[in-house]
């Protein structure tokens, strides 16, 4: 309980210093990114050292994402997502950021799921399954702004007009995912220092929470905030059809809860050792990018982006807190990193009475 009071005044205050002397100054806007076939892959940490005895095939699986002004009520309740799924912190910011008018930011919402089938070939205890399908759901929510960088030149901070062209942002987001994973058990005679490999098991879903912290570029995002009015040569308009690029880095902190069946699976191939935990402390260390082309038309107070990419995202998963110190302990480890990649098809549509 704690801990998440400290996570809500945290993030808030966060807010409040950003948005203490904003003008709304950004255009209305939508968009949408899909991604039809999405491919997924999970890999293990001294996987080859254990002998690899979990297999995951994964089946295609669609990624949506949606994408507005944080002042639009609703929006994504419009399209079909709730920002306040799972009762997350940073959908109750957007809540209460709306109800109050602050609009120049951002709300973007992804959804998806992860499913497939697992494949157990190490030791089974009575009880549990050598393969079983999975599914389970992918949801993440941002909140971004967008900010002028700056360089230091001859002592002092100035903005770079060339590289804010670029669509630099920032931003708090929640993340929520689950899947099967692999446990390495960790057992001693006492004393972390003399940890050694126990038995492996594996868990059936692994699930993470995450509150991250983001920055990145988006150059169809700037496309679309500005009309196609700037382009990255300065003082030109923005080209009809050309190349983009997306990025982002992001780090998360959560928890990460093993379920029942993982925990009991552990102590069956470990007899007379107790798992220390069920519920770990989670770093999430996140990448992703999208590139492609697109295709530009403004008329009159509207402008419309079509783009076609291929978007990667990859993240390390680093649980703390499964160590083991007494004989009797199990301990737990499962650091692994996730990967995800696939076509998208992206459409932006913003409006400004001011274009004319």
Sequence with gaps: ????????????????????????????????????????????????????????????????????????????VRMGVSAQMENNIIGKIYRW???????????????????????????????????????????????????????????????????????????????????????????????????????????????????NIQAGFDLLRYLCLTGGRYGIIPGREAMRFAMFASTQDKLGFGPGRLSNYGIRMAEALNPDKKAVTDELFNVMVHYSLSVGFRYYIRKGMAAYIFALGYDFEGAAMIPFGGAADTDKDLGIDLVHAFFNHGVSFKLYVSFDKDWK
Excluded: C
């Design 1 to 76: 309980m704690h801990r998440r009071i400290f996570v809500i005044l945290f993030f808030v205050s966060i807010w409040n210093s950003a948005i203490a002397t904003e003008k709304d100054t950004l255009p209305a806007y939508v968009g949408i990114s899909y991604v039809p076939s999405l491919n997924w892959k999970i890999s293990f940490l001294d996987g080859k050292t254990l002998g690899n005895p979990l297999k995951l095939k994964f089946n295609l699986s669609s990624m949506t994402s949606y994408e507005g002004n944080f002042g639009i009520q609703k929006i994504g």
């Design 97 to 211: 950021g709306g109800y109050l008018g602050y609009k120049n930011m951002m709300l973007r919402l992804q959804t998806s799921k992860i499913s497939g089938n697992l494949e157990w070939s190490g030791t089974l205890p009575e009880g549990f399954y050598a393969s079983r399908n999975f599914s389970n759901k992918f949801f993440n929510i941002d909140i971004i702004r967008m900010f002028n960088k700056k360089r230091y030149v001859d002592g002092k901070w100035v903005v770079v007009p060339g590289e804010n062209q670029m669509g630099f942002y920032w931003g708090v987001g929640y993340t929520s995912m689950g899947y099967p994973v692999q446990l390495k058990t960790l057992v001693t005679k006492g004393g972390r220092e003399n940890q050694k490999f126990g038995v492996p098991a594996y868990d059936t879903l692994y699930k993470v929470q995450s509150y």
